[in-house]
C-alpha cells in the first residue's frame, strides 16, 4: 500500500532562518506531488505541484521554493523565512495522469511552522 | 478559474441529515467535483467525487446539479466524528491533477 510521510512535524524558526520540509512516498511510482499551505483558520493555498523529477510548477510566487530530486521526494525549501510563512504544510500525492484513478489526493501528516 | 463557494460553517444536531452546499458557476464539462474533509491538525481526506451523476459511498452522497454549476455533500446521519471543515474542489483537466481549495465549511455537529 501506498504511504506518505512529512518532516519534521512542527518547528519554530527565527525570521531570516532557512527552511527545509521534506516529504516522501512509498508504494508508488511517478506520482505528482504537492505542496500545500494553510494559515490559521484559512482553507487550503497550492504552492507547488510536480508530475515528475526536476519539474516543478509554482502557482504563488514567493520567497519559497520546491525541488523533486527523486522520483519520491518533494522538498520545500526557503533561503530567508518571513512571518507570513508560518503556517501548516502539507505534501500530497496522486497518481499519474493517464492511469485509471479518481484524481484523488492523498495527503501527509503536515508540518506545522512557526516564524518568529 | 477554479474558485467553488461554500457557506463558512453549518450547525447539525447528532443522527440527523446534513445537506452541504457548494456553488462552482466557472466549472467546465471535464473537471470533476470532489469533496475533502479535515479534523483539526490533519490533512484533508477524500469523501467522494462525481462528475455528472449522483454518487453515492459508505461516507457520503453527493448530489450534482443537472447544470452542474452547484452539488451538494450529503451526510445521511452526523455523528460526532463528522464534525471538520468540509472542502468542494474542482480537479483540472491538466496533467498536474490539481485540486484548488476554497475556504470550506465548517460543520458542527451537536450531541
Known amino acids: 500500500s501506498q504511504t506518505i510521510h512529512q518532516w519534521p512535524a512542527t518547528l519554530v524558526q527565527p525570521v531570516g532562518s532557512p527552511l527545509s520540509l521534506e516529504c516522501t512516498v512509498e508504494g508508488t511510482s511517478n506520482p505528482n506531488l504537492y505542496w500545500y499551505r494553510q494559515a490559521a483558520g484559512r482553507g487550503l493555498q497550492l504552492l507547488f505541484y510536480?508530475?515528475?523529477?526536476?519539474?516543478i510548477s509554482s502557482e504563488v510566487p514567493q520567497n519559497l521554493s520546491a525541488s523533486r530530486p527523486q522520483d519520491r521526494q518533494f522538498i520545500l525549501s526557503s533561503k530567508k523565512l518571513l512571518l507570513s510563512d508560518s503556517g501548516f504544510y502539507l505534501c500530497a500525492w496522486s497518481p499519474p495522469w493517464g492511469q485509471e484513478n479518481t484524481g484523488e489526493l492523498f495527503f501527509g501528516e503536515g508540518s506545522r511552522l512557526t516564524v518568529l | 478559474d477554479a474558485k467553488t463557494t461554500q457557506p463558512n460553517s453549518m450547525e447539525s444536531n447528532e443522527e440527523e441529515p446534513v445537506h452541504l452546499p457548494c456553488n462552482h458557476s466557472?466549472?467546465?464539462?471535464?473537471?470533476?467535483i470532489h469533496w475533502y474533509r479535515q479534523l483539526p491538525s490533519q490533512g484533508p481526506e477524500y469523501v467522494i467525487h462525481?462528475?455528472?451523476s449522483n454518487v453515492n459511498n459508505r461516507m457520503a452522497s453527493l448530489a450534482i446539479a443537472e447544470d452542474r454549476k452547484s452539488s451538494t455533500l450529503i451526510l445521511h446521519r452526523a455523528t460526532l466524528r463528522d464534525a471538520a471543515v468540509y472542502y468542494c474542489?474542482?480537479?483540472?483537466?491538466?496533467?498536474?491533477?490539481?485540486?484548488?481549495f476554497g475556504g470550506g465549511t465548517r460543520l458542527m455537529v451537536k450531541p
Open positions: 510536480s508530475v515528475g523529477i526536476g519539474q
Open positions: 474542489t474542482k480537479r483540472g483537466n491538466n496533467a498536474g491533477n490539481m485540486l484548488t
Open positions: 466557472t466549472i467546465s464539462g471535464t473537471d470533476y
Open positions: 462525481g462528475l455528472t
